[in-house]
């Protein structure tokens, strides 16, 4: 009996249709068996969220060039779940988002379904990564993206990664391959004037979101912002336990039992 | 002139209906002015989600006992950013979401729409902490949550929050208030058989979330389901960045640049 080849579980927050799917996919191919399983319609910005009460349809698909597919009416989370429990026939050896139409570096990461399904994979015990390229658009060029797929999918397949601990890659869209990839730290950042205001033929408000990225440490070279700005491909650590040590700065809490005892 | 008393922005993810949102109200108030904004309907289960490609009506309520009540077509997080941004006058002293009906704690914080809005509060440097009762039941007897809040409240107004940092409380369904509060970790667990197989009337399968919680370390006196089981409420430190220190059990990782360039 020869051994199975390796099972790679894809998916992604820009749905079944999405072209980085299938570069993704393609590229995946020679590493192992591929079965995707993403939303029927774009999810972007849905991060961890799970549908809890509504049914979810899953319905498979004409098979892509050998890797099974299959759309869910659900979150990137959902079809990460419904994978493990109902379509795959055993775990899972790796788990692989994307390739995701825009950047997930710095805060987007906590918005992103696409690192969502990634952090959800890393929640079951499954090496887990996901790529992104720093376009939006339908048709980007994820040329940019091969290089990264072909060094860090076997290297992930053999050592796998500590458990509770995902990958978020992030690589600039400069058109070619980047000539180097970086292990580095989110940039600190965020989003500012978020919505525009508009008034509706009822004279009632409403907002559509929009606003632009500001970067808090633009000259940190140990950034993932940094990294893309310079073409560089970003690599960053990223764990699913968000606990933190208590430290001389929370010393406080540490009362807190006595507090609350004697309020 | 007088000092303005702190502002204080409720949000949750059950709706601005639900009867965890107006204890929580009414017993913020002694602390400060509270703006309220809501999801229109529940929201469970959206983690950091955000609507980015459609409409959010914002409509005020009738003040609800004093306080200014809003309600969002949007999701948890969608309602603190358009907060920050078009609704409050200034920005908030604390963000608190809750009272949310059922546990948050453990592996849960991941997917809560309520925590979403605590994260999302803590994103823009704003204290922010998020208090849940495990008791599902839309009425719900919230009493045993109260102290909780009186302890809390007046020392995070008072002391902040480190940056990046929020609280994650739960506060279990004792029926009455629960005679300890303590600092604990989150509970390693994960949920099981979560999906139930259904046949539509044209032969299609759908699934719905359903399952049930496995401690994996229940007699682990430091975490919060620990803490849950007996009687005593948990308050957990959760950070916003998730990036992780590279340690030896990642050490390969640092290696990329090289392996990268060498492919």
Redesign the interface.
Known sequence: MTEPRPLILVSNDDSYQASGLHVLIDRLLPYGDVVAVCPDA?R????????????????RLDDYHGAKLYKA?G?P??CV??SM??ILDRMPDMVVAGINHGSNAS?N???S?TM?AV?EGC??GIPAVGFSLTDHAPDADFTPCL??I???VP?ILE?G??RG?CLNVNVPDIGSVP?????A??CRG?WN???K??T?PHG??????TGKFENEEPENELTDEWCLSHGI?S??????????P?GN??E???E??A???S?
Chains 1, 2 share one sequence.
């Open positions: 774009p972007s910005g849905q991060s961890m969220a799970i549908t809890v009460n509504g049914p979810i349809h899953v319905t009416g979150t989370v959902d779940k419904l429990h109902h805060i990461v906590l918005y379904g969502g952090m929640a079951f290089r990264a072909d060094t860090l290297m050592r990664l500590p601990i000539a180097d990839m970086r292990l730290v989110p965020h004037d978020e919505y205001e508009y509706d009632n408000k409403f907002y559509w979101l491909i690599v960053v650590p990223v764990a699913i336990d968000r606990s933190v208590v700065d929370l406080w809490l540490k807190i039992s507090r609350y005892t309020f």
